[in-house]
Nanobody
Framework: QVQLVESGGGSVQAGGSLRLSCVASPQTYDWYYMGWFRQAPGKEREVVAAIWTGTYYADSVKGRFTISLANAKNTVYLQMNSLKPEDTAMYYC?????????????????WGQGTQVTVSS
């Protein structure tokens, strides 16, 4: 059974940085896209970034966040710099098994439990 486990969330002040990690198991699991999404209280889940052969970002995080793949293909990172209070949310990683709309949460099959990011002003 596929499992995704996120880590690295926490509380930081505005302007700070965090690095989130997502580990997929089993290690042999072959995904097409791995994406990061976030959901703030009272808001819909939104895409943050995704990676396949290329990288894709929501406009709100371009230039501040970087998604990358570890040498072990089952681990993806989200480096978040210049954090803003509006980045506060639960962050989830997810995987899609085929190509398509990287930005569409409905396209992703497996989801982690999430890691909380809180940015104070």
């Amino acid at each position: 059974q596929v499992q995704l486990v996120e880590s690295g969330g926490g509380s930081v002040q505005a302007g700070g940085s965090l690095r989130l990690s997502c580990v997929a198991s089993p290690q042999t699991y072959d995904w097409y896209y791995m994406g990061w999404f976030r959901q703030a209280p009272g808001k819909e889940r939104e895409v943050v970034a995704a990676i396949w052969t290329g990288t894709y970002y929501a406009d709100s995080v371009k230039g501040r966040f970087t998604i990358s793949l570890a040498n072990a293909k089952n681990t993806v990172y989200l480096q978040m710099n210049s954090l803003k209070p509006e980045d506060t949310a639960m962050y989830y990683c997810a995987t899609a098994s085929y190509g398509g709309a990287w930005y569409d949460a409905g396209h992703y099959k497996y989801w982690g439990q999430g890691t909380q990011v809180t940015v104070s002003s």
